[in-house]
């Protein structure tokens, strides 16, 4: 339910991330205003994430609102926050991330500025555990057809759809649910959806700093192969008929990755049988983005650690 005069609805999912919540809670409570709102989802914590939402919410602001629900994963408690925020715009932050100062007032105005646009994209700084730090901007223009900006995020990696860097209109978010029987990469179907049907507006500017840490949920997605055959069908189901010669090369692009995993663990005989599925799919990604090199490389790691 939307509600006159909130543009913009910032979710954050959270699960045992009492520890680190606070610094990504400050990073958004130090820029709300009367256009934006502020939404927790506990997805069943059993840290210290229940006290420090209870004390944030006793400050009274009626632009701060946290819920709580069972334990389902982060695409339940994304979707959970969608039905029960009120902005006509959504920009879903992971609980670890930081928004960085002016993201809300930059998104607002990009919405402002062009009100036909239903996704404006910016760009991110990570951030590693030594204090590394870099800065990865959007393209300065995505293409207009709408197969070519899923090509360059799936396959070529020249477009980023990160949480945080990325804010959309309710109607499309609500058009493609978060999937719920994902616990890790579940966000790749909906930002593919969002690249193929949404208007896209460009901001070079960085919105959110995404912390690389061990025990991120990014690291925590272990590769599988009917993993990454019910991903690919759940990406490729509703994107556009014209889309789908792409999925052909996403399936050896992953037949790949599970090839390289396989060499790096000693698994030789499985590591040739998805490097064959690979070339069955689509022999020519071998050859993209470094894909042999990679393969070669994880291979060669592989037989050095092989008892003489």
Known sequence: ??????LLSVVVPTYNYGHLLGRTLDSVLGQLDDECELLVVDDGSTDETPRLLEAIAAGGSPRVRWLRQDNAGAAAARNAGLRASRGSHVLFLDADDELLPGALAAICSAFRDDPRATVVLGGRLTRWPDGREKRHSPPRRLDDDPCRRVAGHLLDKTISVSHGAVAVARELVESRPYPEAFRGREDIPVSAHWLARGRIKVIDVPLVRIHKHPDSLRHAVKVSEPLERALADEIFRGLPDECQKLKPSYLAQRYLA???????????????????????????????????????????????????
């Open 258 to 308: 599970l090839a390289r995993a396989a060499a790096r663990t000693g698994e030789r005989s499985r590591a040739k049988q998805y490097l064959f599925t690979a070339l069955r799919a689509a022999p020519g990604q071998l050859l993209a983005r470094g894909q042999l090199r990679k393969l070669i490389s994880a291979w060669m790691r592989s037989c050095r650690r092989r008892p003489a």
């Open 1 to 6: 339910m939307t509600i006159p005069g909130i």
